[in-house]
């Protein structure tokens, strides 16, 4: 039974080890810069920013610009099932919006960009592509792309 013990103790420090040695920072630990260059490249960090419908099937919301669907895949922050708009609500507010990308990333944080860390550079790009599009190339050339690296530059994750 001891060795069984200590069999399980060196495969926790081993994948403990690895994890660690991915540079993988979880996502319910992203910093307040972070925090604060997401909302610069979404919106210029409008705290007044309500939603608007931005063409078909592209209605954003809050600080953050965020869409149901991102809200709903977070895990519905806030929601009450008597209040048709609970989603706008939330996402309209900073803290509850930032619960909300903690939900999304912590169900979906990838290395977008090949560095085998997983920091705010890949949530940035998650925020804005999603999961799956992340390590697409077109997001270097926009304007969110563009505010977040001058708001995040010399800072770490």
């Known amino acids: ?9 060196l495969c ?3 994948y403990l ?10 996502a319910g630990q992203i910093s307040e810069k972070c925090f604060q260059c997401l909302c610069e490249a979404s919106s210029d960090c409008d ?4 939603c608007e419908g931005k063409g ?8 953050y610009q965020m869409t149901f669907d991102y809200w709903r895949a977070a895990g519905r922050i806030g929601e009450n099932p008597d209040d048709p708009l609970d989603f706008e ?3 309209n507010s900073k803290p509850c919006a930032e619960a909300t990308i903690r939900g999304y990333m912590y169900e979906n944080s990838v290395d977008c ?19 799956l599009s992340c390590n697409n190339t077109w997001i270097l050339n926009t304007d969110y792309w563009s505010k977040f690296t001058t708001c995040y530059k010399g800072n770490s994750s």
């Open 56 to 63: 078909p099937g592209q209605y954003f919301c809050g600080p």
């Open 1 to 9: 039974m001891s060795s069984f013990l200590v069999s399980v103790g």
């Open 12 to 14: 926790l420090v081993g």
């Open 89 to 91: 609500k939330c996402l």
């Open 113 to 131: 960009n090949g560095d085998s860390v997983i920091n705010c550079h890949d949530w940035a790009r998650i925020h804005k592509t999603g999961p």
């Open 47 to 50: 705290l007044s920013a309500q």
């Open 17 to 26: 080890a690895l994890v660690r040695g991915q540079g993988f920072s979880p």
